[in-house]
């Protein structure tokens, strides 16, 4: 988990409660058994466990993030 919200943090993404980043464009929560991400018009996506690939896939394509993210 640590990895996946220094990951976050450094992609611009601010903790907005316990679990709960967001940025301009989304919002990520990370629940016990998989990622949510949601855009600002309410879509939501569910991941099925912790994959942190599934997350970059689905933050850059997307455009929640740049696709020249940080690692």
Same mark, same amino acid.
């Given at each position: 988990?640590?990895? +996946? &919200?220094?990951?976050?943090?450094?992609?611009?993404?601010? #903790?907005?409660?316990?679990?709960? %980043?967001?940025? @301009?464009?989304?919002?990520? +929560? &990370?629940?016990?058994?998989?990622?949510?991400?949601?855009? #600002?018009?309410?879509?939501?996506? %569910?991941?099925? @466990?912790?994959?942190?690939?599934?997350?970059?896939?689905?933050?850059?394509?997307?455009?929640?993030?740049?696709?020249?993210?940080?690692?």
């Amino acid at each position: 988990m640590k990895d +996946v &919200i220094k990951f976050l943090k450094k992609n611009g993404f601010k #903790n907005m409660e316990l679990g709960s %980043y967001a940025n @301009d464009l989304c919002n990520v +929560v &990370i629940n016990s058994n998989e990622y949510e991400v949601a855009d #600002n018009e309410g879509n939501t996506m %569910y991941s099925k @466990d912790h994959n942190i690939y599934w997350l970059i896939g689905v933050l850059t394509y997307y455009g929640f993030i740049e696709k020249n993210y940080k690692i």
